[in-house]
Every structure is written in C-alpha cells, then in structure tokens.
C-alpha cells in the first residue's frame, strides 16, 4: 500500500561504503533509512536526536533548579530566609547560567 504523505519513490546509488554508512548511522539515529535521509534534507536543528536529548536535559536541570529556587523563596516568604539560603540561590543561578550555556554552545545560536 502507498504511504499517502510520501508519494514521491527516488532510486538512490550508492557505493558499498556509503551504503554502510547510511544503514549504520540511521539505526543510531533510531530511523529507517528512508526517514533518515528526508531528516538529513529537512536540517531542522530540533529533529537531531542529540539536540533532543540535550534540550530534555537542560530542562529537567532548569526545573529541579527550579524546586529548589521555589523552597529558598517560600522560607523567605515566611521569614525563615537566611544568608546560607540567599548564597544557595546565587549558586543555583550559577549552575542554571552555565548549563544554559553549555547547551547553547553545543548547539549554536
């Protein structure tokens, strides 16, 4: 049965090399072939699988830096607030800064 979104059949030849090349890097990007060959067209920088898995990182860091900037606050807002908490925050921003930026460098601008 024809896929009803991709209609359009291309013969591609490759040299031996080549096909091994593809066949393995499209089984390390989790794809078909033909999927990876229309992902290598699209060049979204959000379809990487690396830039996925570097994207759920940042964000699963930026919201347990989060939690903890939520609980430094609720104590301040209680008054239970203390130095000890306000250089905790500096950190944390800290950390949030530098993994921001580490992300952004892999990736780019």
């Known amino acids: 049965m024809a896929d009803k979104v991709h209609v359009i059949k291309k013969t591609v030849r490759l040299m031996p090399s080549e096909a091994s090349v593809l066949a393995e890097k499209s089984k390390n990007a ?3 072939e033909a999927e990876y060959l229309r992902f290598l ?3 979204k920088p959000n379809d990487y699988p690396e830039i ?3 994207l759920k990182e940042l964000i699963n860091e930026v919201n347990r830096i989060g939690v903890n900037i939520n609980q430094i606050t609720f104590h301040h807002n209680v008054e239970l607030y203390s130095k000890e908490d306000k250089e905790q925050l500096i950190a944390y921003m800290r950390k949030l800064n530098l993994e921001v930026k580490k992300v952004v ?3 780019g601008n």
């Open 30 to 32: 989790g794809m078909n």
């Open 41 to 43: 067209i699209s060049q």
């Open 52 to 54: 996925r898995k570097l």
């Open 105 to 107: 460098d892999m990736v």
